[in-house]
C-alpha cells in the first residue's frame, strides 16, 4: 500500500471503529460494571476480533460474500438475532448483583462477538472492497496489513469507550440509574443493528 492508501484506510478504520456500535455498546456496558482494569481484555478481544474479520476479509471472505451475497444476507441476519437477544439480556439484567459477582465480557467472548456483529461484518466487508482493488501487492501481505491497521485503529477507540463507562461506574451504583442504564444501552445496541439493514 501507498502511504496515501495507508492514511485513507487507517482514516476509514477510525470511523468504523471509533462511532456508536454493538462492540462500543458492549465495551462500555462492560467497563461500567466492573472499571477499566478489568474491562481491558474486552477492548483488546474486539480489536484483535476485528483485526481476524479484516484478515479473513483480505484473504478472500470478501470475494465469496460479493458471489453469493445472500451468504452474507444470512449470515448478518444470524447476527442480528443475536445481538437483538443480547439487548434483551442488557435491558433485563438485575442491577441489584453485588459488584464482587459481576463478570466482565473477557477476550475471548469479546473477539468472538465480532464474528457475530453485522456492523463489525459491514465494515470488513466495504474496507476490503473498497481498499483491496487499489493496493497492489501479495492477498496475504494486503490482509495481515488491513489487519494491523484496523488494530491500530480500533484498540484505542475501544479505549476512549471503556473510560466513558468506566466514569459512569459510581453513577451506576444507584438501582434505578443502573436500570435505567441498561435499558438505553439496550436500545443503543439494538438501533445500531437497525441502522445497519436500513
Partial sequence: MTLEQTIAFLTFS??????P???NVMIMATASLVGLTRGLPCVLGAALGMSSLFFCAGLGLAQLFLLYPLTLTIMNLIGAAFLFWLAWKIATADVTQAKGDTKAVGFLHAAAFQWMNPKGW???MSGITAY???????????AATFAVLFF??????GLAWLMAGAMMQKLLQDARIARAFNIVMAIALAGSVATIFV
Fill in 14 to 19: 477510525v470511523v468504523g471503529a471509533i462511532t
Fill in 122 to 124: 459491514l465494515v470488513a
Fill in 132 to 142: 483491496a482493488g487499489a493496493s497492489p501487492g501479495s492477498a496475504f501481505g494486503l
Fill in 152 to 157: 491500530v485503529a480500533a484498540f484505542p477507540s
Fill in 21 to 23: 456500535g454493538p462492540s
